[in-house]
């Protein structure tokens, strides 16, 4: 595709319930990276895959947060027993390589948990 | 002490003034240098980036980088109201680090 996209746009679930997130990067791009942004805060690293691989995954913040980019393409990114402080934007963005170059970002995922 | 630190803003320009945003970062080694507009409800849209010292110049947009200083600035000449939104500034750091560091952001509002 022509961009980043993400899916779903919005998802509301209840405390406690597992969810997916997903990200279809810019054709050609090898570097995905997670991010999520609160309300009045810039966005905050998750996760980076280069290729199929998790080569930084520093910014999750506990192990209930899991991602995967099985053929390098695609990735999806796992909450489970999700909470209400997990309420915010998730945004993925990708970039044609990891050093130096611009990452561009999709429409996010808009999650509230309940 | 953050990372990456933009002017607090709000900022409120006229139409057709310049509008002046301020970053500072605190890793001396950061090597890239992004400015992201973010509309309301939106998602980041990359408008500028800078890996020297100096002025880039695109459009109405100016990006200056100062490392020695540990500076990045944002000029946008000839504001007009579909500038509004908030900016961004995002850091790039060291050779082992790709992800990238935001600030919290400026809001600009250009008045008609």
């Known amino acids: 595709g022509a961009g980043v996209s993400q899916t779903p746009s919005n998802k509301v679930t209840e405390k406690g319930k597992y969810v997916e997130l997903r990200c279809d990067p810019i054709?050609?791009?090898?570097?995905l990276y997670w991010y999520r942004q609160s309300l009045g805060q810039g966005p905050e690293f998750l996760i980076y895959?280069?290729?199929?691989?998790?080569?930084?995954d520093s910014g999750l913040p506990n192990d209930r947060f899991f991602a995967v980019r099985p053929e390098g393409s695609v990735s999806t990114l796992k909450i489970q027993r999700t909470e209400r402080g997990d309420s915010a934007v998730y945004l993925c963005a990708s970039s044609l390589h990891d050093r130096n170059t611009e990452a561009f970002f999709g429409q996010g995922t808009r999650l509230t948990v309940v | 002490q953050k990372e990456v630190e933009q002017n607090s803003g709000p900022l409120s320009v006229p139409e057709g003034a310049i509008a002046s945003l301020n970053c500072t970062y605190s890793?001396?080694?950061?090597?890239?240098f992004f400015w992201y507009r973010q509309y309301s409800g939106k998602s980041p849209e990359l408008i500028m980036s800078i890996y020297s010292n100096g002025d880039k110049e695109d459009g109405r947009f100016t990006a200056q980088l100062n490392k020695a200083s540990q500076y990045v600035s944002l000029l946008i000449r000839d504001s007009q109201p579909s500038d509004s939104a908030t900016y961004l500034c995002a850091v790039n750091g060291a050779s082992n680090d790709y992800k990238l560091s935001f600030g919290a952001g400026t809001t600009v509002t250009v008045r008609a």
């Open positions: 890793d001396r080694v950061s090597q890239s």
């Open positions: 054709s050609g791009h090898t570097a």
């Open positions: 895959f280069q290729g199929t691989g998790a080569a930084d």
